[in-house]
C-alpha cells in the first residue's frame, strides 16, 4: 500500500497546478506534517507542491550539493519503481537512451549500464552532464550562412564538408558544406543540467537503483 500511494502521487504530480488536485495534495500533505521529513510520500508530496510553485515545506531537507545527495542516495530504492521513472515523460531518460528494446538511440544505451559504472558516477553523470562526455556523444554546434544554428550529433560528414546531425527531437539534418558557416564542438552535453530539479529524491533514489540493476 505505501508503494501505491507513492506510484499515485508521483503520477498526478504534473497535475498539480489543478485547483482540484493542489488542494489533495496540500491537505494530504498536512495530514504527514507529524512524519519525518525524509519520509517517501511526504518528500513526494513536499516536491510536487513546490514544484506548482506553491511551499512545500521540504527545500530546508533537499539535498543541495553532491555529498548531500551521496548521502541521500546511499538508502536503498526499488528498482521496479526507478523504471517507471525512467520511462516517465517528466525525468526524459527514456526519450534519449535505450533499454533494451526501448528508447532513444541520442544518448548511451544504458541497458547493461551498472557493469561499467558505480553508484558514484552514475550520479555524478546526472548531476554534472556536461563533466566528462563519451567521444562519439559530443554535441556539435553548426551556424549556416543563413544564420541558422543548429545543435546535436554528428553522424556523417562528406568529403565535400556536408554534414548529418541528430538534433535533440530525434530529427536527422543534412547541412550541405556550402551552406556551413562555422562548425565546432561543444564542451556543454545534450544531456541537460538541472535533471535532479526535475526528480524528488525518492525518485532519484529509485532510479538510481534501477540503473544499477542492469547488468
Known amino acids: ?27 494530504r500533505r498536512n495530514q504527514l506534517a507529524a512524519r519525518p521529513a525524509d519520509d517517501p510520500l511526504r518528500e513526494q508530496l513536499d516536491f510536487a507542491l513546490e514544484l506548482a510553485g506553491l511551499d512545500g515545506s521540504g527545500s530546508a531537507t533537499r539535498p543541495a550539493s553532491d555529498e548531500t545527495w551521496r548521502k541521500a542516495l546511499a538508502r536503498p530504492g526499488d528498482p521496479e519503481s526507478g523504471r517507471r521513472v525512467f520511462f516517465r515523460p517528466s525525468a526524459a531518460c527514456g526519450r534519449c537512451h535505450r533499454i533494451e528494446d526501448h528508447g532513444g538511440r541520442l544518448g548511451p544505451d544504458l541497458s547493461t549500464i551498472a557493469r561499467g559504472a558505480d553508484r558514484e558516477k552514475l550520479m555524478q553523470s546526472i548531476l554534472h552532464p556536461s563533466r566528462d562526455i563519451p567521444p562519439q556523444f559530443v554535441s556539435h554546434d553548426v551556424e549556416t550562412k543563413d544564420g541558422r544554428a543548429l545543435s546535436g550529433l554528428l553522424t556523417a560528414q562528406s568529403s565535400d564538408g556536408t554534414l548529418t546531425i541528430v538534433t535533440a527531437d530525434g530529427k536527422a539534418v543534412r547541412i550541405p558544406g556550402a551552406q556551413i558557416a562555422t562548425h565546432n564542438q561543444s564542451r556543454v552535453s545534450m544531456m541537460p543540467e538541472g535533471l535532479d530539479r526535475t526528480l524528488s529524491v525518492q525518485d532519484f533514489r529509485d532510479l538510481m537503483a534501477f540503473l544499477l540493476s542492469r547488468r
Open 1 to 27: 500500500m505505501p508503494q501505491i500511494r507513492l506510484e499515485a502521487a508521483r503520477s498526478l504530480c504534473a497535475a498539480v497546478a489543478t485547483p482540484r488536485v493542489r488542494s489533495a495534495f496540500a491537505a
